[in-house]
């Protein structure tokens, strides 16, 4: 159910250049997210990341959302996160978003990090820094503390 509420948040809010907030009587689930940044920067791989968080029959999601800039040669595939020797919950997406990503319409969603309070708590105060792993590559990702500050408690 949770993941459920994430990916409709996540090809919801993927259309909006700046940050808003979800209210969607039919399915009950209300959230917000931030606007895109990007959070690794490569000719080949550049990638973008916004947070959303989610309530849905009283049960919050809170998720870094990742998504890859296509630029026609090749599209990254992650299979885990880390961040300072610590594995993060992370979850892989291999499809491509139909629509505009904040005004993009070749991106490509790479996966999510759901983020525990200790995470949010953290990546206030410190923003993030991960590593994301591949098959064939791996990608550091800085997604700044602001990001995490502009989602409301």
Not at 12 to 18: H, L, R
Not at 109 to 117: E, M, Q, T
Not at 136 to 142: H, R, V
């Amino acid at each position: 159910m949770r993941f459920l509420s994430l990916i409709f948040l996540m090809f919801f809010a993927a259309c909006a250049p700046q940050s808003g907030v979800i209210s969607d009587g039919a399915t009950g689930l209300t959230g917000q997210f931030t606007r895109q940044v990007v959070i690794s920067d490569h000719p080949h791989h550049v990638l973008m990341g916004h947070l959303i968080q989610t309530t849905r029959d009283g049960v919050q999601t809170r998720a870094l959302v990742i998504g890859q800039r296509r630029d026609g040669v090749h599209r990254v595939r992650m299979v885990e996160a880390w961040s300072d020797g610590i594995e993060l919950p992370f979850s892989a997406t291999t499809r491509r978003l139909d629509g505009c990503t904040h005004g993009h319409c070749r991106d490509n969603a790479v996966g999510v990090i759901f983020l525990s309070d200790q995470l949010l708590a953290d990546g206030r105060s410190n923003g993030l820094s991960a590593r994301l792993i591949g098959r064939s590559a791996a990608i550091n990702i800085e997604v700044p503390a602001t990001l995490f500050q502009a989602l409301q408690e």
